[in-house]
């Protein structure tokens, strides 16, 4: 089959050889899937393998087109979407088991005619979805969303959200959205004005450049939860707008990894 790899540090569109199929598993001939920022990384952490790993971490959509022997919840022709996140089955707050792996390098992604995965890891595609939509970004920036949010973010409807990054990414995008729909309130922030323009048709209430003056700009509002993704950048400026006893969720950084932290001013929160 045709798929696009890294392989000795380049991307590469090239056949190669489908697995072997496995009792519980099914074959499920991709229609879409979505471009991660994570896909475009994969070339530095592969960069001296032969071997070639197939991109895509986010998930993607298409038809059953053979099952295992063991197989109990598809059968051939069945339309499905995939849960890219493999192997976390048992809630859990922090880290997620050895076992958790993503699609998409080392194993098999969605930038390819067919994909091999066990039947815990897809979902009956709900027909009111294109293959567009199921196969887009919203099974791993929609569950990476709904998880920072509500599962350990722990927002409730009334509380104020602040979230830096709006336009940077699918997961940032998810949960302003999802805030909004349950009665929250969001501030968010761009680099750019008209990102934030354009961004408006998220809902969020209220928006800051990244150059503005947070603490002082936002001393009038009571920050229950702050979402970060943007990294060394920003998690410090975010850290300081923070309410006392407030919430920090980070899933990700697209800056610096590391950063300087101050642990008096993390636990002792806007005490000064």
């Known amino acids: 089959m045709k798929a ?17 199929l496995g009792n519980k598993q099914i074959k499920i001939k991709l229609t879409s899937a979505g471009l991660n920022h994570r896909d475009l990384m994969i070339k530095e952490r592969f960069a001296n393998n032969t071997d070639a790993y197939i991109l895509g971490s986010d998930g993607g959509a298409g038809i059953v087109d053979q099952i295992g022997t063991e197989v109990t919840r598809f059968q051939v022709g069945d339309e499905v979407m995939i849960n890219p996140s ?9 880290p997620p088991p050895a076992e958790f792996e993503i699609v998409g390098a080392p194993f098999s992604g969605t930038f390819a005619e067919y994909i091999i995965i066990s039947e815990d890891f897809a979902e009956p595609k709900p027909n009111y979805l294109t293959w567009e939509e199921a196969g887009g970004v919203l099974c791993l920036s929609g569950i990476t969303g709904f998880r920072a949010l509500f599962t350990q973010g722990e927002i409730k409807p009334g509380q104020t959200l602040f979230i830096p990054g709006v336009g940077s990414g699918g997961v940032n995008s998810f949960i302003i959205q999802l805030a909004k729909a349950i009665g929250s309130r969001v501030i968010t922030t761009s680099r750019d004005k008209n990102k934030l323009k354009e961004a408006e048709v998220l809902g969020f209430d209220r ?9 002082k700009l936002l001393e009038k509002e009571e920050i229950d939860l702050v979402i970060e993704s943007i990294g060394g950048a920003t998690f410090n400026r975010s850290l300081n707008v923070l309410k006392k006893g407030g919430r920090i969720v980070t899933f990700g950084s697209s800056t610096e990894d590391k950063m300087t932290l101050n642990l008096r001013e993390f636990f002792m929160v806007n005490t000064n």
């Open 86 to 94: 493999l192997n976390w089955y048992e809630k859990s707050a922090a």
């Open 4 to 20: 696009y790899v890294v392989k000795n540090g380049s991307y590469q569109f090239i056949s190669v050889n489908n697995p072997r």
């Open 207 to 215: 928006a800051l450049l990244t150059d503005d003056d947070w603490e």
